[in-house]
């Protein structure tokens, strides 16, 4: 079966530092791999997706995101963070079956500290 | 925002209540889905659908049903109300050709 474990419920760093989420994902074949962002009392919003064409996947406002096998990981950076980045962050898996089913991570908090 | 549409935006019901959730589409995409949020949860999916009058369960399907009679409109149905089933309700819609869902802005639905 397919999960995402997100491995911080928070985050917290200083505008200007990098920005590091940590998601893990399982499953028995090939994934894809989304991040989304939501902002407070808003909607998800799709940060960026890997579907194998590329190990380096790059969204938008300058986040990206590392697919690597070898450690079934797929963690969202960002080299300088915004404070206007403050926001909920979910990984998820899915989407390629038939269903376009998507499994969510639990959630990540990013506090930027001014 | 993929022309999506949720309504109401908030709500307040007592329990043993039915309520019913709309989510309304303006691209015609195939596939939509409802999700609840809550707190160390992340998004769950209780039901989907892959067409008109063509629908599935989610992971957290019971209490719920749903209905598409037309391919613009999802709508969610709580027959009886209970206290758990307060959260926040989103819709998804599915661009199929590029593998990727939407979401419409939510429904903040508390059950007293």
């Known amino acids: 079966a397919q999960s995402v474990t997100q491995l911080d419920s928070h985050v917290s760093v200083s505008e200007g530092t990098p920005v590091l989420l940590r998601c893990n994902y399982s499953s028995s074949y090939s994934p894809s791999l989304f991040w989304y962002v939501q902002h407070p009392n808003k909607g998800l919003q799709l940060l960026l997706k890997y579907t194998s064409a590329a190990t380096l996947v790059k969204g938008i406002n300058g986040f990206e995101a590392e697919f690597k096998k070898s450690e079934t990981s797929f963690h969202l950076t960002k080299p300088s963070a915004h404070m206007s980045d403050a926001a909920e962050y979910f990984c998820a898996t899915g989407g390629s079956s038939n269903t376009g089913k998507l499994i969510f991570g639990q959630g990540t908090t990013l506090q930027v500290k001014p | 925002d993929a022309g999506i549409t949720q309504s109401p935006r908030h709500k307040v019901t007592e329990t043993g209540t039915p309520v019913t959730l709309r989510c309304h589409q303006t691209e015609n995409h195939r596939y939509m889905y409802w999700y609840r949020q809550d707190p160390g949860h992340g998004l769950r999916l209780i039901h989907y659908s892959y067409g008109v009058k063509d629908t599935d369960k989610g992971e957290v399907s019971d209490g719920y049903s749903v209905s598409r009679s037309k391919t613009e409109d999802f709508l969610l149905t709580l027959e009886s109300a209970t206290s758990s089933q307060t959260s926040v309700y989103f819709c998804?819609?599915?661009?199929?050709?590029?593998?990727?869902?939407?979401f419409g802005p939510g429904t903040r639905l508390t059950v007293l």
């Open positions: 998804a819609i599915r661009v199929a050709e590029r593998n990727e869902q939407f």
